[in-house]
């Protein structure tokens, strides 16, 4: 995919527009419940050690989501 990244290989810090989500319908629905959806706006906070949890904001709101459903999230990287 052409400039898009998984969400897993994003940096701590920066910021991007979820474009595509590469999951089922469960797992969809559960991103829903989070807010974390396409078209929305994104910051990684961080990411745990052996293919831990990934943080995200977005508002006000904090997130983390699993290594394998962050795996299937692609984003397009804001450039500052």
Do not use: Y
Not at 16 to 45: E, S
Request: aromatic share 2%.
């Amino acid at each position: 995919m052409n400039g898009l990244i998984s969400l897993v290989n994003m940096r701590s810090g920066q910021n991007g527009k979820i474009v595509q989500i590469d999951g089922g319908a469960g797992m969809n629905c559960r991103l829903d419940a989070l807010g974390l959806r396409v078209g929305k706006t994104i910051k990684k906070v961080s990411r745990q050690l052996m293919r831990g949890p990934v943080i995200v904001s977005h508002g006000n709101t904090r997130a983390a989501v699993g290594f394998g459903m962050a795996q299937k999230i692609w984003v397009e990287i804001e450039q500052p």
